[in-house]
């Protein structure tokens, strides 16, 4: 019975402690998502200037009527734009993690609010007054 109220106690201020970490991350976690989502927008234009180029240089390759062997050039893009999609898709993924543990945090939040207000726990403090 003791250890029962000892951790009725307890809660709140895990709760308090929770809800105060995630003010403290909040931020954090939407200006890196904001990070990652123009990252993303860099990748895409960054994958269509290499495509423009790519083709560019095998049209060249095609009109040139000194024979410039361009195909090493135009593979290495084509590897560049491999890896620039690589990257995009762990930023995507890394994004859509962030969103979810974000989207779960605020849940969790909103859960553990709604049960310390309806058992009279949650006390609002006077504004100026820690």
């Given amino acids: 019975m003791a250890a029962l109220a000892m951790e009725d106690a307890a809660a709140p201020e895990e709760d308090a402690m929770a809800a105060g970490l995630l003010d403290l991350l909040k931020p954090s976690v939407q200006q890196l998502d904001l990070h990652v989502h123009s990252m993303r927008e860099s990748q895409v234009e960054l994958r269509e200037h290499i495509d423009n180029l790519a083709s560019e240089l095998g049209r060249i390759n095609e009109h040139q009527k000194v024979a410039l062997d361009l195909d090493p050039y135009v593979k290495k893009l ?24 974000n989207h779960n945090v605020a ?8 049960m310390l207000e309806a058992s009279g726990a949650f006390i609002t403090r006077p504004a100026g007054k820690p």
């Fill in 78 to 101: 084509l590897n560049a734009r491999r890896r620039v999609v690589l990257v995009n898709n762990i930023l995507q993924n890394a994004q859509e993690r962030l969103r979810r543990l």
């Fill in 107 to 114: 849940k969790e939040t909103a859960r553990r609010k709604t």
